[in-house]
């Protein structure tokens, strides 16, 4: 099992795959991916005894690149290989007579990890729980999972039979203990419901979001110039992106609340909220510190704090996962921080009061400065990195860290998160609003 922690204050109809890069019937092609889809779909519409309906739940699509890993893992017959940390992955392995394909072979062990959900269900926020009786669940319900790729591979055995190993790969990794599976909801009936992913649309006959092609990480590291911060583009692009998606969520006032109207309400509308910018010196700062490797905050002094400064925020995650895909790390550490809101809550007053931000003191599941942070309305540049330790520095854990600094600081006991208004209706002079957030103007 995968373990995740945030350290307070400072993740039906197949989709055509391409038949020329994959190697699979498409037939076995579509059993895969049919079965999955359709288990989502009922998940969503609340036709899972025991289990919430859902929002924001995707549909998945085929991915001969996923399709070709899961052969490369299964070729060597029976051998646990260990597995990137960029997948979510399942396995089954069956000893029979000699014939494959077999799609019924695939229809058992399709069945097999399903069947978890007969004896047990998740907590009130459908997180992953601290055992691994829905782990076949998990990766088969991730809201957040898009692509899928599956293969099987025949092996002989001494007895003049045949084993068949199956494996599915899934483009991210559900098993991590306190993870969101997925947010409690309705299916989605418009395109502006879907809001995980950015241009998204739903799919209204099925009640599952779709999101667009996306391009895979290409290494491009052109924005900052940072040594050994392990950052590329596309990891602080998303970052950036969202951060600032969950900020206008906010500012919208569609961002639910744990202490308004009994945790059914949202968060007040922000009047002005800022856009957030990418910051390389502030990335420079996260990157020095993570590579410490130590899941602790730096101290105010290390962000700057002088007499005639205040030092940058700062928010921590981290994951147990060593090699963690850094753009889904990015995703995981931001939502995760976002997640106290509807978790634990900071009220209609959106005021940071010292009751509030002493709850956690006894109580770590009670600690709010991650959202709060991530929200404080005039905060306005970002500066992350991604640091995969080994375990031999700092705190001696197998982790991927991720730290991230904000300018200005938020986190300021007895202030208003943001300002309360309707959206961009109070933006400084020289911003325009653009989706809720006062974005500067561009010179012409």
């Known amino acids: 099992m995968r373990l995740i922690v945030a350290l307070l204050a400072f993740t039906t ?97 399709l069945n097999g990890w399903w069947k978890q959900v007969e004896k047990n269900h998740l907590d009130e926020y459908n997180r992953y729980p601290n055992h691994t009786r829905l782990f076949g669940v998990a990766n088969i319900i991730n809201s957040e999972t898009t692509k899928i790729g599956c293969s099987y591979y025949v092996c ?129 700062m996260a990157a020095e510190y993570a590579r410490k490797c130590i899941y602790k905050h730096s101290t105010d002094e290390y962000r700057g704090f002088t007499e005639k400064s205040l030092p940058a925020g700062e928010n921590l995650y981290r994951v147990s996962i060593l090699d963690a895909d850094k753009v889904k790390a990015a995703e995981w550490a931001t939502r995760a921080w976002f997640s106290e809101l509807k978790e634990v809550g900071i009220g209609s007053e959106n005021n940071l009061t010292r009751a509030l931000w002493d709850r956690s003191k006894g109580n770590l599941k009670m600690q709010i400065g991650h959202y709060t942070q991530l929200a404080w309305g005039n905060t306005d540049k970002i500066g992350c990195s991604i640091q995969q330790c080994l375990g031999n520095i700092g705190d001696k854990r197998k982790q991927t860290l991720v730290v991230c600094h904000y300018q200005e600081i938020g986190n300021r006991v007895g202030k208003i998160v943001y300002e309360i208004g309707t959206p961009c209706s109070n933006c400084p002079s020289g911003y325009k609003c653009e989706n809720n957030l006062c974005a500067k103007k561009s010179r012409s």
Request: hydrophobic share 30%; net charge positive.
């Open 13 to 109: 109809a197949a989709y055509a795959a391409q038949p020329s890069k994959c190697k699979i019937e498409e037939s076995i092609r579509n059993q895969f991916l049919d079965f999955h889809n359709e288990k989502r779909k009922e998940l969503a519409a609340g036709h899972v005894k025991n289990f919430r309906p859902a929002k924001n739940m995707y549909k998945l699509r085929w991915s001969c690149d996923l399709e070709r890993s899961a052969n490369n893992y299964i070729k060597f017959c029976g051998i646990n290989v260990p597995l990137s940390g960029a997948y979510g992955a399942m396995r089954a392995q069956f000893k029979a007579s000699k014939g494959y394909p077999r799609p019924e072979l695939i229809n058992t062990a």
């Open 156 to 284: 002989p055995t001494n007895d003049n039979k045949e084993a068949v190993d199956i494996l599915c790969l899934y483009d991210d990794v559900a098993d991590i203990a306190g993870r969101y599976l997925y947010d409690t909801g309705s299916p989605c009936t418009k395109s502006e419901e879907c809001t995980t992913y950015r241009k998204s649309t739903c799919e209204t006959a099925t009640g599952l979001c779709v999101r667009p092609e996306e391009k895979p990480d290409n290494g491009k590291n052109t924005m900052c110039q940072v040594r050994e911060s392990g950052m590329t583009d596309k990891v602080r692009n998303t970052f950036l992106d969202v951060h600032n998606d969950l900020r206008s969520l906010v500012a919208s006032g569609n961002a639910q609340d744990k202490l308004v109207d009994g945790g059914k309400g949202s968060a007040p509308q922000a009047a002005k909220m800022m856009k957030m910018e990418y910051n390389c010196d502030l990335e420079k």
